[in-house]
Every structure is written in structure tokens, then in C-alpha cells.
Antibody, heavy 119, light 107 residues
Framework: QITLKESGPTLVKPTQTLTLTCTFS??????????VGWIRQPPGKALEWLAL???????RYSPSLKSRLTITKDTSKNQVVLTMTNMDPVDTATYYC???????????WGQGTLVTVSS | SYELTQPPSVSVSPGQTASITCSGD??????ACWFQQKPGQSPVLVIY???KRPSGIPERFSGSNSGNTATLTISGTQAMDEADYYC??????????FGTGTKVTVL
């Protein structure tokens, strides 16, 4: 059974750096083709893909946010970490992590964590 | 940047067919998938690789993708299908892009 859970601060101040951790179980990031991605959703708005890291440490970023994002993995801990710098109130959103199967895409999602950016 | 456009809303009567479109430049050259999201819940994958259904997704969900348009079709729509639906496309040049989302209302 594949599960993912996001953790991190619920409130950050403008200009601060956000660090979110995705802790997963039921699969290994050592398996060929497997990846873990981050997607966010501002309240009442659409989904937005942020970043994805593959089993071989290949990393992909949203072109519009690439300069602010870093994604890393700790295979031994079954965790993927996303950092986003220079947070702004427009970054207020629910942040999801999701498992990506080769040829399928985001087939398992975490419950999401709401991050509010406010002074 | 690449964009995927969906109609904001679609209404359908119970038992009828709902069709949700997703438009993007040469979308047919990429793989499209669809997600269902109910209020307060995480998205659920309902179609991948244009037309394949993950295990556990009812047969009434089907998909197609050609030209500039991908389509999600819900046949025999049920009240439980009322939700927001998002398309998503990916390829080596596009990376991963979500559509604008469509709210399906079952009247």
C-alpha cells in the first residue's frame, strides 16, 4: 500500500524559505522509473505542478518557479524534501506530494498540507 | 509557457454523458491524463496515457486525445461523479502542466 504524507510549517512569513518534507511508504525511490513530485493548489484555484525527482536523481522543475525551488531525496529515510525561497502571500496554497509511476504519472497523492504566507 | 485550457463548468443530468475538453497546442503529440478532485480531498487519477484507466476506476470513465484536444467522457454519469476535473500533459519539452480545471455538476 503506497502512502505519502506532507509535513512542514503551516505559516511562513514573506521572504522566508519554505521547507516541506514528503515521507512515504509502500515503495522505494530506488526502483527504475519511479519519481516523487510536488504540486500545489491555492485556495479555490487550479493545481500547479512544481517539481519532480526520479529514482536516478534526475530533477525537473516548473520553468516559472525554477529559480526558487530545490528538490532532494533521502532514499534511506523514504523522504523527499522541497524548498522554496522568497515566499510571498501568493504562494499560499495546499502543497501535495505524489508518487509518479513510469508511463502513468501521479497515481498516488498525499493528503496535502496548507501553507499560509503572511506577516 | 505551455497552457492547457478547460471549460470552467459542465452540467449533466444523471445517467447522461458528460464530456470535458482540454485544449493545448499539439496536445495530441503528448500524453494526457485526468484527475478527479472532490471538495476537501486530494486529486485521484482517473485516466492516464490518454485513455487508460487505473485499477479501481469505473468503466464509465474514458479518454481520448487527438490534434489539439484531449477529452474526458463520463458515460452514465452518477451523482458521485460531481467534482472538479483537471487534465494534465507531459513530455520532455513541456514537463508537467495542469489544465485550468472544470467543475462538473450533476443536476
Amino acid at each position: 500500500q503506497i502512502t505519502l504524507k506532507e509535513s512542514g510549517p503551516t505559516l511562513v512569513k514573506p521572504t522566508q524559505t519554505l521547507t516541506l518534507t514528503c515521507t512515504f511508504s509502500g515503495f522505494s525511490l530506488r526502483i527504475s522509473g519511479v519519481g516523487v513530485g510536488w504540486i500545489r493548489q491555492p485556495p479555490g484555484k487550479a493545481l500547479e505542478w512544481l517539481a519532480l525527482i526520479f529514482w536516478n536523481d534526475d530533477k525537473r522543475y516548473s520553468p516559472s518557479l525554477k529559480s526558487r525551488l530545490t528538490i532532494t531525496k533521502d532514499t534511506s529515510k523514504n523522504q523527499v524534501v522541497l524548498t522554496m525561497t522568497n515566499m510571498d502571500p501568493v504562494d499560499t496554497a495546499t502543497y501535495y506530494c505524489a508518487h509518479s509511476s513510469p508511463g502513468v504519472g501521479f497515481d498516488y497523492w498525499g493528503q496535502g498540507t496548507l501553507v499560509t504566507v503572511s506577516s | 509557457s505551455y497552457e492547457l485550457t478547460q471549460p470552467p463548468s459542465v452540467s449533466v443530468s444523471p445517467g447522461q454523458t458528460a464530456s470535458i475538453t482540454c485544449s493545448g497546442d499539439k496536445l495530441g503529440d503528448k500524453y494526457a491524463c485526468w484527475f478527479q478532485q472532490k471538495p476537501g480531498q486530494s486529486p485521484v487519477l482517473v485516466i492516464y496515457q490518454d485513455s487508460k484507466r487505473p485499477s479501481g476506476i469505473p468503466e464509465r470513465f474514458s479518454g481520448s486525445n487527438s490534434g489539439n484536444t484531449a477529452t474526458l467522457t463520463i458515460s452514465g454519469t452518477q451523482a458521485m461523479d460531481e467534482a472538479d476535473y483537471y487534465c494534465q500533459a507531459w513530455d520532455s519539452s513541456t514537463s508537467y502542466v495542469f489544465g485550468t480545471g472544470t467543475k462538473v455538476t450533476v443536476l
